[in-house]
């Protein structure tokens, strides 16, 4: 009787750890909302009137039930960029790729597991330019009575760094595609929702961080801008840079953190002055004759007990064509590659890949504004399609018509990438993808061409992570620039710059059957066809087939 009474005190004693948020339910209502910024009012789409939206929490191994109610007049889909959604592909998000979008006035239930993941992502609407307001970030924590591989911090803050546009943005890209030129920049950056101080607008105010003297806080940064890459920094105050993209690495510091659409940065800041307000900036990052919003995002940094009346310490952020600012954060990252999180790089190679990605243009009698042409983008020459029926069920009910297996390893033609490029600018149109057997590797170098004009592409992949082994300038060489790659500690994760006038290597295991989409998160890049999508079929047995599609599956 004795033993019994211990066992069932162990067993109340030990349950809330086991059974603790095992299952997470979220709602998502995709309502319109009224909100002011930068001295203009307008409703916007938000996710339960958040703007930005709601922060989802969960522990690793936890599942995640999300339910999308739309209330708005568009279609919508919401994808958890950078979740790996391990056979659930239906729970991925990107619209036409692997479901087809929520209706107005209908309902769709993400449900998804977290297996091996902890940090910081984001969430974000995956169809039309709805981004621009319905994200949010993902806070993965560590499994209970697993620290940090870091000293913990005293707190933790989410900063969404986002843009903000005074007209609807679909709008902007609506009139974009009329005319066949390039939409619109936007009218600011946001830092939490807040531009801070705007030319014009002097009701504008900026985020505020309070923190103690002597206390050291962990700034999960999310890059949810639609266009353009950022420079964050915190006047007088080092970063401690310690995970990017969910994934923890060797940390070292910085005054300035790079971060592109899509991705994610953790840093360590340590308040170690006395006291004073410290200036906060989110600002562009473009090393390429490409117009792009110039403007600031402000917050500040304020320590307690400071008067408001004293003066703020400012920072000049690193000019928008700081390559060699962006480059030497860039190339410090490395992973942990510690015995309790190694890094598996493939080091044995199934499929050499090389995409270039870049723009062209074709023709377009209706585009008057563009003289009968139009502004696109491609990957390997190849402008892609959106299908009218999502991918991933015209591949499991083999649904024939809606894509091609088709994609080329290669681009068509051979000429100097990084130059001045072929004499024909013109691309080809197809909904093709490339198939791959479960568990290949893949070795893929994204190539940046001079068609139009070089440009900086952040390239996200879904359905996996990667390791970034190399990058460069200039056109890629097999022979030369492979001996260079880092196959030991390569930064892992799932979106990445390709530089303006180069390339970078990647690679990674194809361990996730499903359709999974890789594009431009620059979304007007995306917009104008910068994409495509990887199939991978179903390896032995369930445990590596794709589950199949849940019952309230949005039709179209």
Not at 60 to 84: A, F, P, Q
Not at 236 to 253: I, M, N
Request: net charge positive; charged share 15%.
């Amino acid at each position: 009787m004795e033993s019994l009474f211990r066992f069932l005190l162990l067993l109340v004693f030990f349950l809330p750890a086991v059974v603790e948020c095992r299952i997470r339910h979220y709602n998502f209502n995709v309502v319109m909302k009224n909100t002011t910024k930068l001295c203009s009012s307008k409703p916007i789409v938000t996710v339960n009137g958040k703007f930005p939206g709601p922060i989802l929490y969960a522990r690793e191994d936890d599942t995640v039930l999300v339910r999308v109610v739309n209330k708005v007049k568009y279609n919508v889909s919401i994808h958890w960029h950078g979740i790996r959604q391990l056979r659930t592909g239906w729970a991925d998000g990107p619209a036409y790729i692997t479901q087809c979008p929520i209706p107005p006035g209908q309902n769709y239930v993400y449900n998804f597991t977290i297996t091996g993941q902890r940090g910081t992502l984001l969430w974000h609407a995956h169809i039309l330019w709805l981004r621009s307001t319905v994200h949010g970030a993902i806070v993965i924590l560590p499994k209970l009575g697993v620290p940090y591989p870091f000293p913990k911090p005293h707190k933790e803050q989410v900063i969404v760094l986002a843009e903000w546009w005074n007209s609807d943005t679909e709008d902007v890209v609506n009139e974009a595609l009329k005319s066949g030129l390039a939409p619109n920049v936007s009218d600011a950056h946001t830092i939490n929702g807040h531009t801070g101080s705007v030319p014009n607008c002097p009701s504008q105010s900026g985020f505020r961080l309070p923190v103690d003297s002597g206390k050291t806080y962990m700034l999960r940064l999310v890059n949810a801008a639609l266009n353009e890459e950022l420079f964050f920094k915190i006047a007088g105050h080092q970063l401690t840079v310690v995970e990017v993209d969910a994934t923890y690495v060797k940390p070292f510091q910085t005054d300035t953190v790079l971060i592109a659409p899509g991705q994610t940065t953790n840093v360590l800041v340590t308040a170690n002055k006395n006291s004073g307000k410290y200036i906060v900036s989110a600002s562009p990052f473009m090393d390429a004759p490409i117009a792009v919003d110039n403007r600031t995002a402000t917050a500040t940094l304020h320590y307690s007990g400071t008067l408001s009346t004293t003066p703020t310490v400012t920072a000049t952020p690193p000019p928008q064509n700081a390559t060699a600012v962006a480059n030497k954060f860039t190339n410090s990252l490395r992973s942990l590659n510690s015995k309790k999180y190694p890094a598996n790089v493939p080091l044995k190679i199934d499929h050499n890949l090389l995409f270039t990605v870049g723009l062209g243009i074709n023709p377009c009698p209706t585009c008057k504004a563009a003289n009968g042409s139009r502004v696109v983008a491609s990957i390997n020459n190849v402008t892609f399609v959106m299908p009218t029926t999502a991918l991933l069920q015209a591949h499991f009910f083999n649904i024939s018509g809606v894509f091609t297996a088709d994609f080329p390893a290669n681009p068509p033609h051979v000429f100097n990438f990084t130059g001045a490029g072929p004499a024909n600018l013109a691309t080809v149109k197809g909904t093709r993808v490339y198939r791959l057997k479960y568990n290949d590797t893949v070795q893929l170098v994204m190539q940046d061409t001079g068609i139009i004009a070089l440009e900086n592409h952040p390239i996200h992949l879904h359905g996996f992570n990667f390791f970034v082994v190399g990058r460069g300038l200039g056109n890629y060489n097999p022979k030369t620039d492979s001996k260079n790659f880092n196959l030991v500690d390569p930064a892992e994760r799932n979106t990445i710059g390709v530089p303006t006038g180069g390339w970078t290597a990647i690679r990674f295991r194809a361990d996730n059957p499903g359709v999974w989409f890789m594009h431009c998160h620059l979304e007007v890049h995306t917009t104008w066809g910068l994409k495509m999508a990887f199939l991978v079929d179903n390896g032995k047995g369930p445990n590596q087939s794709l589950l199949p599609p849940p019952k309230d599956l949005p039709k179209c």
